[in-house]
């Protein structure tokens, strides 16, 4: 079968993915954390130090930082338009630390941002982990074997019978198609094509100066009301076990937050190096060498639920003690590519999306239980059961639409008052058909590419 819309033809495969690519869009949406380094200048004013591009480091720069300078750390933290459908707000900064120090050798080894695929071919790691993202496909995988084991089963019984009238043949038809779909959403989770906006989707971006390439996936783990089974704070908040490679035992320090932004979600804290007594912070940095950090931040936030939320940002440093007469030249020439904070963009999570837990389109239970069909399935539920228990589902869809309006109300009010700290990322009337656009560009620009 074959669909035409706005010029563009689409194939049943197209539209099985479309649906697909809906139903993750409602359940996630993306956010930016930026670092910048402050250092004390000549005219005792704290500015950013520069950040320096290199092929062998893709955590967005290095930073330049003047050995025994006093420093801070500053941190934003963005929402991304048109990222996804879900209602999501972060209040404020609560805390700021920073540790793991590795210093990486140029000649003998890769850089912590080095994400292998294969023993061969290197590619981008940065602040990038996969643990979130491994729960989200063992969640989905798992509900799409319950699936296919339902849809394996009823496909038996209608075949079996010996005389089939118009409406089994109709019935195994459907559950037919939804098997074939069900292959096609299987083979998206563990090989999701690049950019298609599935979790773990390999990056098909070219993403602004300074922000790293991968986006790792943080996974809240909310029921289908949005709403959290315990309190997500402190040791329980969301993003505390999704570590870095190279992070495990690191010794952290919280840095004291002296000044919060008015007009953005965004704190400056101090930053004392000599408190981690480490000789690659204490020291000029060696040519052939680099410098790796972490800077791993809590949020607070409102919506979805209000909960907390730990993100991280690997940075490369290069500690100096005066800029030699090529170092100034050079700088002068590229005064106009002088950068002075990187980046990383995480995709948020909310829950696995409802549809997918579904072991039967409602359409074709709609039909079964409109023929007072009461013969139970294996879970000992009828029909009609399991069409009701997916209508009262809509209450669940009501509850997420008053929490986008919550958040757009929120966000006029902010702009009414911009001494309140907070950042803001909502869908808009304008976003709701976004999905469509932006899933239909995605087959048009790779059908056009193959």
Request: proline residues 4%; glycine residues 4%; aromatic residues 6%.
């Amino acid at each position: 079968m074959v669909t035409y819309c706005s010029h563009a033809v689409f194939l049943d495969s197209d539209i099985a993915f479309y649906w697909v690519f809906c139903r993750w869009n409602e359940v996630t949406r993306r956010i930016e954390m930026w670092i910048s380094i402050l250092e004390l200048n000549e005219l005792g004013e704290y500015a950013a130090v520069e950040l320096h591009q290199a092929k062998d480091v893709n955590t967005g720069g290095i930073f330049q930082l003047r050995q025994g300078h006093s420093r801070r750390v500053q941190v934003t933290v963005k929402p991304v338009q048109h990222s996804g459908t879900l209602p999501l707000m972060v209040e404020a900064i609560l805390s700021v630390s920073i540790g793991c120090i590795t210093a990486r050798s140029t000649k003998l080894q890769r850089g912590l941002d080095s994400y292998q695929r294969d023993d061969e071919n290197g590619d981008d790691m940065d602040s990038y982990q996969e643990e979130d993202l491994n729960c989200v496909r063992e969640r989905w995988s798992d509900a799409l074997i319950k699936r296919r084991e339902y849809l394996d089963e009823q496909i038996k019984k209608v075949s079996n019978k010996e005389e089939k009238t118009e409406d089994d043949v109709e019935r195994e038809a459907r559950l037919v198609e939804q098997w074939v779909g069900l292959t096609e959403e299987r083979n998206a989770v563990l090989v999701p094509a690049p950019g298609s906006g599935i979790p773990g989707a390999p990056a098909d971006w070219i993403p602004p100066s300074g922000m790293e390439t991968h986006i790792p996936v943080l996974f809240l783990d909310l029921n289908d009301d949005l709403s959290a089974n315990e309190q997500l704070v402190g040791p329980h908040a969301s993003g505390v076990n999704s570590i870095l490679p190279k992070e495990h035992g690191s010794q952290f320090f919280y840095l004291p937050i002296i000044k919060h932004s008015d007009d953005e979600v965004s704190a400056t804290a101090s930053w004392d190096s000599s408190v981690h007594d480490s000789v690659h912070l204490n020291r000029v940095t060696p040519q052939n060498e680099r410098i790796y950090l972490i800077v791993k931040t809590t949020v607070q936030l409102s919506h979805p639920a209000a909960m907390e939320l730990v993100l991280r940002k690997r940075i490369a440093a290069n500690i100096y003690n005066k800029q030699s007469f090529t170092q100034s030249l050079k700088r002068r020439i590229s005064l106009k590519n002088i950068f002075y904070s990187c980046g990383v963009t995480y995709e948020i999570v909310s829950n696995i999306p409802k549809a997918t837990e579904e072991i039967e389109d409602r359409e074709t239970l709609a039909l079964l239980a409109a023929r007072s069909e009461n013969e139970g399935t294996s879970d000992g539920e009828t029909y009609i059961e399991k069409y009701t228990r997916g209508v009262l589902q809509v209450e669940n869809i009501l509850s997420l639409e008053r929490l986008r309006q919550a958040v757009t109300v929120k966000e006029a009010l902010s702009t009414k008052a911009r001494h309140i700290r907070r950042s803001l990322s909502t869908p808009n009337v304008h976003n709701v058909s976004t999905p469509w656009r932006r899933c239909a560009s995605y087959l048009c620009d790779h059908r056009s590419a193959a």
